[in-house]
């Protein structure tokens, strides 16, 4: 009995991390990580922003708190200092990135909603990183069009975050292989998309999940076949793969 009541508590609390999308098989284990590493080093502007998300009907949109923790000590490994963001949301990850950038980093972000990313801009402002933000509205497809015009824009990113439609993230690739430099990089979110990349076709999805899916398979494939990058696909969050430009 004992067991079966431990069991019904372990499904009752499973999932209730905001922005939980750990593919980890035991939940515990997760909770371990965000108790034990994220947590207690978690900058307050973070936390702060994390529990306003948790109040949006969005939340599960946003990036986890341990991929938070991971982008922003990868920004200081690489020492990132011009950086890009595709899907914006709140503002999580671009407050991760611009809290690991120096002062006079910079961050061109880009949404298709401005109301969100308006709802942690105070927080953000509050952490006094909101002069590393050029926060443009609208769809990035026109706007990575245009600095792919301009030659200057070539190379000149140390680091793309993209976190947003799946369905375009191959047509942000062609665009952004041109835009970061030579040994910087370019982390795609959700490369394993609820781990619906390996169920079968049969396979009870939401209808999301199963829409989205064939897009992020077919990008999965492009980047393990694009001879300019080196790849790093990590079981962090939903998946995140990393692509370092080599050429």
């Known amino acids: 009995m004992a067991t079966n009541t431990q069991e019904q508590q372990s499904q009752a609390g499973r999932h209730?991390?905001?922005?939980?999308?750990?593919?980890?098989?035991?939940?515990?284990?997760?909770q371990y990580i965000l108790e034990t590493s994220v947590?207690?080093?978690e900058p307050e502007p973070m936390k702060e922003l994390r529990e306003l998300t948790a109040?949006?009907?969005w939340n599960l949109m946003t990036t986890s708190a341990d991929e938070g923790q991971f982008l922003n000590m990868l920004l200081k490994l690489i020492n990132a200092k011009n950086t890009m963001e595709i899907?914006?949301?709140?503002?999580?990850?671009?407050?991760?990135?611009?809290?690991?950038?120096?002062d006079d980093g910079k961050i061109l972000a880009m949404d298709i909603n401005r109301e969100n990313y308006e709802l942690g801009l105070p927080v953000i402002q509050k952490a006094g990183v909101a002069h590393k933000i050029d926060f443009k509205e609208g769809p990035a497809m026109p706007a990575l069009d245009q600095l792919v015009e301009d030659e200057k824009n070539h190379g000149s990113f140390d680091f793309v975050?993209?976190?947003?439609?799946?369905?375009?993230?191959?047509?942000?690739?062609?665009?952004l292989i041109e835009l970061v430099k030579v040994g910087g990089l370019i982390g795609y979110d959700n490369t394993l998309w609820n781990g619906s990349v390996v169920a079968p076709p049969d396979a009870p999805l939401?209808?999301?999940v199963r829409y989205y899916?064939?897009?992020?398979?077919?990008l999965n494939k492009a980047l393990a076949a694009d001879p300019r990058i080196e790849i790093c696909m990590l079981p962090v969050g939903d998946g995140i793969t990393l692509c370092r430009r080599v050429k």
């Open 16 to 30: 209730q991390e905001v922005g939980h999308k750990s593919l980890l098989q035991s939940d515990a284990l997760y």
């Open 39 to 41: 947590y207690p080093r």
């Open 213 to 218: 899916r064939d897009f992020v398979l077919e």
């Open 87 to 102: 899907g914006v949301y709140t503002g999580y990850s671009l407050l991760a990135t611009a809290l690991a950038l120096p």
């Open 161 to 175: 975050f993209v976190d947003a439609d799946k369905d375009n993230y191959i047509n942000y690739h062609k665009r």
């Open 206 to 208: 939401r209808k999301y």
């Open 55 to 57: 109040k949006h009907p």
